[in-house]
């Protein structure tokens, strides 16, 4: 995927290329523009604000709100571990579930294979609803305020597993496979020494899908979180309860470092917390790019 | 030969159980979060009355009636729902469309830019808002819309006209909604046409090129062509979901404020609240209920028909 084969080389001018360079130029900016925006209020101080809004020129620039959201310590700390919590563990979860899975269903010999493909094409089809789903959750397995309730119903996904099926299917030399069932290994031991090592693209790839979407999760928390448990809250739901969140952090912040009469920084806060969210994905965004290539050839996902 | 036989049969019983262990944690998830949750569609054919300390199996099968079609015929009448059903067909009918021909225009564009690291940038950039979450897009947008502090009504202000109470005003939210979805999944859909497109042989553009073939007739006849399976893939996956929409789109992205409600809220939106707000068992699962259905025939129906019409096996079911 490194290198994008650009088939049409030579039918466009010097000068068309120039055009449809600038055209993305102004689509990148405009894409970029509202997370700026983010980044420059975090930065701008309270009085700049007050006067002349959010701006990307803000007058003067403080980092009292970051200030603010350090003194305040425990409650928005406590919500990062969350988020750290439930993106490891249903990262690590999940892929101990789904890839050996998808290394049994890419072993042409498994006898089970296509009765357990069209077992996990079937969810795609059809499924219970959001009412029954919530009302199992709660009432049979009493997921309610529990971390599990954040991580295990998105723990599995049938793109992924089908994603990692082909990569084992058409990247695990055939010839290896079978030697080492010669030499006596079984599948699990094969899977284990030989398959995962070998995978690790295709694992990363997965990994980098439900870091995001478990770092991103905040529907989960408004299902099965209610106000009285926001010890377990991750960093996205403080943000859904953002105006529950500032007052907490200004009277956390205000009983700290015992400034009483002072006014907290509310319309700057607000964006320093989204920027604490956002950054730990702006910085391993690049480093990620490189897997999610795999991961995005839909169309090579067949059965 | 018997014995050989036997033995192989032996050895593969040993491997069948292996692999099936290997499989066992998926499977056991699949029966619980997937296929238990199915059985509770009976929800929306029973008067749900549970009664309290008993469980909710007992309290469905046993001490709600079966009530046949009467939840979704209240669900039909409610006088909101022809309003909730067009907002759900509306949008989903325009990210289908402009979801699919945005990307593709912008991906064969793409394909015309020369400059690799200047390619990779613009990707990067593009694919970016896909990786946040609605909650983060909605406090983006809450930076340009907001009141007081946001930056439109300060840029209005100084033209000298009063400010817009955006997050009052319905009349701008379908054209803000249908932006702010295109901004988050543009970049995403484009990167996986660019990954097809990189796919086509190389050859077919060489020897069009030399049979005299211009930059419009290489797009007709070859990109788009080659291109159209994975157009169709996403086209049924899509078809599938009309009746579904992205809950944090129509729910945080205007911050959940009561007087967009006639142009923000979709069926997701109604599930959730007719559940979580107003425990109405009936209404929720109802709607959920048909959501489901009429995906599922949606998406079995464009299947079929489409692999009738093209001998492609498009999903790979």
Not at chain 1, 135 to 146: A, D, E, K, P, S
Not at chain 1, 152 to 160: A, Q, V
Request: aromatic share 14%; hydrophobic share 50%; glycine share 6%.
């Amino acid at each position: 995927m490194e290198e994008y084969v650009r088939p049409l080389d030579s039918s466009f001018s010097k000068r068309v290329n120039r055009v449809v360079t600038a055209v993305f130029a102004i689509l990148a900016a405009a894409v970029f523009i509202p997370v700026l925006l983010v980044f420059v209020v975090s930065v701008s101080s309270q009085e700049s604000v007050a006067a002349i809004g959010y701006s990307f020129f803000p007058q003067s620039l403080s980092l009292e709100a970051y200030r603010y959201l350090l003194l305040s310590g425990s409650y928005l700390a406590r919500a990062f571990v969350n988020s750290v919590i439930i993106t490891v563990a249903g990262t690590v979860l999940g892929l101990a579930i789904m890839s050996p899975f998808a290394y049994a269903l890419s072993r042409r010999e498994f006898r089970y294979r296509k009765a357990l493909f069209v077992f996990i094409m079937f969810p795609m089809l059809f499924s219970g609803g959001l009412v029954s789903s919530y009302m199992i959750n709660t009432q049979v397995f009493h997921l309610g305020n529990t971390y599990l309730a954040l991580i295990l119903p998105g723990l599995c996904s049938t793109w992924y597993i089908l994603i990692m099926r082909n990569y084992f299917r058409e990247s695990m030399p055939e010839e290896m496979i079978d030697a080492a069932k010669i030499d006596g290994c079984s599948h699990p031991q094969i899977f284990a020494r030989i398959v995962m090592p070998l995978s690790k693209p295709v694992i990363m790839t997965i990994a980098v899908f439900e870091i995001f979407a478990y770092w991103n999760s905040w529907y989960p928390s408004l299902l099965y979180v209610d106000s009285n448990h926001t010890e377990l809250y991750p960093l996205q739901y403080v943000l859904v309860n953002m105006e529950r969140s500032i007052e907490t952090i200004t009277n956390d912040a205000q009983f700290v470092s015992g400034i009483q009469s002072y006014s907290p920084p509310a319309v700057t806060i607000r964006m320093a917390m989204v920027v604490v969210v956002i950054l730990p994905v702006m910085i391993l965004f690049p480093f990620f790019r490189k897997f999610l290539d795999t991961g995005m050839t839909v169309g090579s996902v067949k059965g | 030969m018997m014995k050989k036989g036997r033995k192989t049969y032996g050895r593969n019983r040993k491997h069948n159980g292996h692999l099936l262990m290997m499989s066992a944690p998926a499977i056991i998830w699949f029966v619980l979060f997937c296929y238990v949750p199915m059985f509770g569609a009976a929800f929306a054919f029973k008067n749900f009355t549970p009664k309290p300390g008993e469980s909710l199996v007992r309290n469905l099968f046993v001490n709600s009636r079966w009530c046949g079609f009467e939840n979704f015929s209240f669900l039909v009448r409610s006088s909101d729902m022809s309003n909730i059903l067009f907002n759900t067909l509306f949008y989903n009918v325009i990210f289908l469309v402009a979801g699919i021909a945005v990307p593709v225009v912008l991906a064969i564009l793409l394909t015309e830019i020369h400059g690799k690291r200047f390619l990779g940038v613009v990707q990067m950039v593009l694919l970016l808002p896909y990786f946040l979450s609605w909650v983060i897009v909605g406090y983006c947008l809450y930076g340009f819309l907001a009141t007081d502090e946001g930056l439109v009504n300060h840029v209005l202000k100084l033209l000298g006209s009063a400010g817009v109470q955006w997050y009052q005003s319905p009349k701008y939210w379908r054209g803000i909604l249908i932006a702010t979805g295109l901004w988050k999944s543009t970049g995403y859909s484009m990167v996986i046409y660019l990954c097809a497109i990189t796919s086509i042989d190389r050859t077919l553009y060489e020897s069009a090129s030399l049979d005299g073939a211009g930059f419009w007739d290489r797009v007709r006849y070859i990109t788009l062509p080659q291109l159209l399976p994975t157009i169709i893939t996403i086209f049924i996956l899509q078809i599938g979901s009309l009746l579904n929409s992205d809950f944090g789109l129509f729910y945080q992205v205007p911050l959940d404020s009561d007087s967009l409600a006639s142009v923000t809220q979709t069926l997701d939106v109604y599930v959730y609240k007719a559940l979580m707000q107003q425990a109405n068992f009936s209404y929720s699962s109802a709607a959920s209920f048909l959501q489901s259905f009429i995906g599922c025939i949606l998406l079995v129906t464009a299947h079929v028909i489409i692999s009738k019409m093209g001998d492609q096996d498009s999903v790979g079911v």
